[in-house]
């Protein structure tokens, strides 16, 4: 993650944002979320990943883990789910692209916090759309770093 000064770092207040509202280094703050076994339980349906780490407890701590270990897409759809409801709301329409580290399991039970803050910004299409690159950097309850990356969005813009 890179850090960026603080005179250029400032958390967006609820509403909605477009290409044009969003400077480099502004913040979201986008909620947690708590990863219980349920959730783990119906992402295993949807996904059909049923591996063991995920879904047994006794073959977790076998393996070292207190818990039964999330799915890291399970995490990442949580994350984009709360990017998507957050009170600073980004107008764009489409994921262009996710670049993504997955750096410590998620364990039945953990409350995930994340922060998105804009990386970058690029006008395409004749002006008439516009790409945001957020850097996202997801933390547990003790505040470690278990998933971080990027994700660039793509919103329509008005003609300069």
Partial sequence: MHPYPPEKTSYLAPGDYGFDDLSIGDRIEIGSATISAELIDQFAVVSGDRYELHMDKAFAETHGFRDRVAHGLLVLSVVDGLKNNAEAHLDGFVSLAWNWQFQAPVLAGDTIAAEIVIAGKQR?????????????????????????????????????
């Fill in 124 to 160: 395409s299409g004749g002006g008439r759309h516009g790409s945001v690159r957020l850097e996202l950097k997801i933390t547990n309850q003790d505040g470690r770093v278990v998933q971080s990356g990027h994700n660039t969005l793509l919103f329509k813009v008005s003609p300069v």
